[in-house]
């Protein structure tokens, strides 16, 4: 990996059930800080993590957080609004912007920040992968997600998104409306990852209904 064979033996030792503080750590040295951001939120993914502090505070180091930035996300949670998400963000550096913004909604999310807002905040200027956590989450209401993609090119997608929500809620009729509309969207290839992970997750009944509804098999 990357050439370097400690980071080699390191992912392996923890591939084989060891903490991947050592990979991120060794990540960080080569100056591969993206790529070891990236291997952080993996591993934070295992409910079992190791070394989930240290890990964090990897992902807090890699975003470049300034001193009262976890306190000023705490308030943040306890009062979200779209003006104060706008001064939180706007004097980010350009060079640190997407780590800072991934760490920042994970940091709000598990601080239990309201969803539907974080969805808001968080999606203005686009979608990154934390958004599909979000959706999955059971925290966003569908129709939130839909608006977010009313009159957009990617609209497919949101849609996709809102399917998603809707299964976590447990509502059947909207999982089958949204995945119905997101498959008849001319760019449908947009909607895809939603609609396979929805149809992975969803039981035999289900599927068949996606089925008669015309939901594209992915």
Partial sequence: M????????????????????????RLRSMGFDDEAAATARLALRDPECRDRDALEQALHEIASSPDGWLDALADFARNPSLERWEELMQFVPEDVFYQRLRQTIATLHRLGCEGNMLFRCATKIGMTPDVFDLATSGTVDPEVIEERGADSPARAAWLGLAGQAAFARGDRFAVIRYLREASRCENNVLAWASISEVRREADAALNDDLDRAGVAKV
């Avoid at 980071?7 to 750590?25: E, I, K, Y």
């Fill in 2 to 25: 990357f050439g370097d064979s400690q980071l080699t033996f390191l992912t392996r030792r923890w591939f084989n059930g060891d903490s991947s503080l050592p990979v991120v750590d």
